[in-house]
């Protein structure tokens, strides 16, 4: 007969004890009520990129994090490194570039348009007007990377987003559409 404070010696009951404590993590960080909109700044936000190429792209979304010289240049490879591995073009003129780095103490994401398209290599192999840029450090407490990833995917799949996209004027009114589309 064990103790309360029995040795765990069994496959079964170590397996057990982990997933009730990821489980007991994932409860406590999961906030059903995280809304997109509270990630998004409107100094990160930038209506006519001036860039003409995916790299100078790139280099001007990471720009708006406000990082200083050095950590723009390891971020910057970080997202080549990535953009290696694949396109982050999801089709319909949307692009998600996105990587963990150590440059980040935080969640911080960014967004970018520009009207007259950048050949990004995306999934449908068309030019790409709006980026959303996310970067989160490797280790994160609350864990949002994943979820804001999937949250701006799932906005970028609605139908109206493109053309809504393309006729915002100010900052203010991107930051408008991404609350009205959390709701």
Avoid at 125 to 140: D, I, R, S, T
Avoid at 167 to 177: H, I, Q, V
Wanted: charged share 30%; with cysteine.
């Amino acid at each position: 007969m064990r103790s309360g404070a029995a040795v765990l010696t069994s496959r079964r009951e170590i397996l057990y004890v982990c997933l009730h404590l990821t489980r007991s993590r994932q409860r406590r960080h999961w906030r059903p009520e995280m809304e997109l909109r509270e990630f998004f700044n409107k100094e990160a936000v930038k209506l006519h990129l001036e860039s003409e190429t995916k790299d100078d792209v790139l280099k001007e979304l990471i720009q708006l994090l406000g990082l200083d010289e050095k950590s723009e240049g390891i971020l910057f490879k970080m997202l080549k490194r990535r953009e290696n591995l694949g396109s982050t073009g999801i089709g319909r003129g949307i692009a998600i570039p996105h990587c963990r780095s150590l440059v980040v103490n935080r969640l911080r994401v960014a967004f970018g348009r520009k009207p007259e398209g950048v050949e990004f290599k995306a999934i449908d192999g068309q030019p790409v007007y709006h980026f959303f840029l996310v970067v989160a450090p490797p280790l994160e407490v609350s864990n949002q990377y994943l979820p804001v990833l999937g949250k701006i995917a799932q906005f970028a799949k609605e139908p109206d987003v493109p053309k809504r996209l393309m006729e915002l004027k100010t900052p203010e009114e991107f930051l408008d559409l991404i609350a009205e589309k959390s709701r």
